[in-house]
């Protein structure tokens, strides 16, 4: 079965950076699109960045100009960055990975800003 793993989010202030990853146990070029989702506490999850087989970037207008998106494909690895962070990014960070009708999940990460 598909694993995502996922590094650990952590803590940061506002307008600080924090960079997670989550690495895949099969080639990146199986997906059609890796994306992170994240989840404030108590709300529903929301599509915050993607990326597509062809190097198409998505980003949400909440994250836009601020996160990054990224992949590694030798290291079968993607990357989001997070810039000039918000109390409002709080949220658990989920790697997702999707081709055809299958779709995959990682274990999700912490991430925390305070103002």
């Known amino acids: 079965q598909v694993q995502l793993v996922e590094s650990e989010g952590g803590l940061a202030q506002a307008g600080g950076s924090i960079g997670v990853s989550c690495a895949a146990s099969v080639s990146i070029f199986s997906f059609d699109r890796m994306a992170w989702y994240r989840q404030v506490q108590g709300k529903q999850r929301e599509l915050a960045a993607s990326?597509?087989?062809?190097?198409?970037?998505m980003y949400a207008d909440s994250v836009k100009g601020r996160f990054t998106i990224s992949r590694d494909n030798a290291k079968n690895t993607v990357y989001l960055r997070m810039t000039n962070l918000k109390p409002e990014d709080t949220a658990v960070y989920y790697c997702n990975a999707q081709s055809g009708l299958y779709n995959y999940w990682g274990q999700g990460t912490q991430v925390t800003v305070s103002s």
């Open positions: 990326m597509t087989s062809s190097g198409s970037r």
